[in-house]
């Protein structure tokens, strides 16, 4: 196995014909393409005709299908050895409103021809609700409070079934809060230049934050050396609380920090979308991370990713 931070180490002889289906090919996957351009073979779905010259482009063969169309997702059945799985569950459930029929008929569909020595699926560290800002491990029973994630912890339930019903090495990242200065919407200066209200410390939670080529990282690192029927939190060591981190980016990029207001008026004025966010407090521990994908942070805390874009400004 090669280094999973050195881009340019080269796999060995068995791993050279390796096939990567990567499902739900946007910021995150390209990254991991990226990182194993030249060293496996690169196949990603897509709903769009019209990104399939841009995936070719990159390198990526794509495959069109639709998620929402099992039928359509037949195709996959023994296209890859393994396959990371990063697409999002629908955002409307329906009458079934706590079902991921994304990642259910996806699975459905690897196992109707030779099943892939591992896939890795990106859930969401919103599978365990609020944690009243406690230090959560990957053993901590989910709690979602939100449809959402309701349908993570169906997804979640899916890839443990293709694991254990097909043999398949199967891997859960739950991820918390993604940030890349190269990332569309990925720092918070958009934010700070709308002058959008943080909480008081007495009301703030406390948020997990992973930079976006760490998160590439980690998806790499469970594919090759992800144990079977394993969970993982792909986090960085940051411990913030969710305005000082604001507060944080404020400093470095020379912007006023935002206001801080009650939760009672962050409820009057905030959309409840970011409110969700800020109903949900705790601490991801990331030592699966390190110790058994042996992952090496390239930025540990949210001060080494956020001083990259202030220094560049």
Known sequence: MPSINSPSGALPARFRRERLLIVGCGDVGQRVARSLRGRVQLVALTSSSERMPALRAAGIRPLQGNLDDPATLRRLAGVATRVLHLAPPARDGG?????????????????????????????????????????????????????????????????????????????????????????????????????????????????????????????????????????????????????DYIDLAADLYGMPRPPRVAREEAQRQLPLQLLSFMGESRRLDNTRLKRELRVRLAHPTVHTGLREEAAAA
């Open 95 to 243: 009458t079934a409103w706590w079902r991921d029929q994304r990642t259910t008929a996806l699975a459905r569909a690897l196992r109707l021809r030779s099943v892939p020595l591992a896939f890795v699926y990106g859930s969401t560290s919103g599978v365990y609700g609020d944690c009243g800002g406690a230090r959560v491990s990957e053993t901590r029973p989910v709690r979602p409070d939100t449809p959402r994630a309701h349908r993570r912890v169906d997804a979640e339930r899916a890839v443990r079934w293709l694991g254990r019903s097909a043999g398949v090495r199967a891997s859960i990242l739950r991820i918390p809060g993604i940030y890349a200065p190269d990332r569309e919407g990925g720092t918070p200066r958009q934010r700070l230049a709308r002058g959008t209200p943080v909480l008081r410390r007495e009301d703030d939670v406390f948020t997990s934050h992973i930079h976006a080529d760490d998160l590439a990282r980690a998806c790499v690192a469970a594919l090759f050396r992800g144990r079977p029927q394993r969970i993982v939190h792909a986090s960085d060591d940051t411990e913030l609380r969710m305005g």
